[in-house]
């Protein structure tokens, strides 16, 4: 069974940064796709950003130019590095890793954006 673990949540002021982490315990090259989706109080789950296997990037339109995900292979982890933090952005944050037609979560990491 293959297990997300995602860390760096917490509170942040407006104009912050944080960096979450995704760490996968198996090898990360077995996936497809792997991403940051989030969830806030009321509302649907949505794409914050994935990236391939190959390192193709893609972003939800609320994030883009702010926040940045990268993968590092050798420590099967996937970092989302989120800047220009603004109080829209709190929510749970969910790591997701596709193989195949396959889906895997974690439990998700708060972030929390005060004004």
């Known amino acids: 069974q293959v297990q997300l673990v995602e860390s760096g949540g917490g509170l942040v002021q407006a104009g912050g940064s944080l960096r979450l982490s995704c760490a996968a315990s198996r090898s990360i090259f077995l996936f497809n796709v792997m991403g940051w989706y989030r969830q806030a109080p009321g509302k649907q789950r949505e794409l914050v950003a994935t990236?391939?296997?190959?390192?193709?990037?893609n972003y939800g339109d609320s994030v883009k130019g702010r926040f940045t995900i990268s993968r590092d292979n050798a420590k099967n982890t996937v970092v989302l590095q989120m800047n220009s933090l603004k109080p829209e952005d709190t929510a749970v944050y969910y790591c997701n890793a596709h193989e195949l037609v396959i889906e895997y979560w974690g439990k998700g990491t708060l972030v929390t954006v005060s004004s």
């Open positions: 990236i391939s296997s190959s390192s193709r990037t």
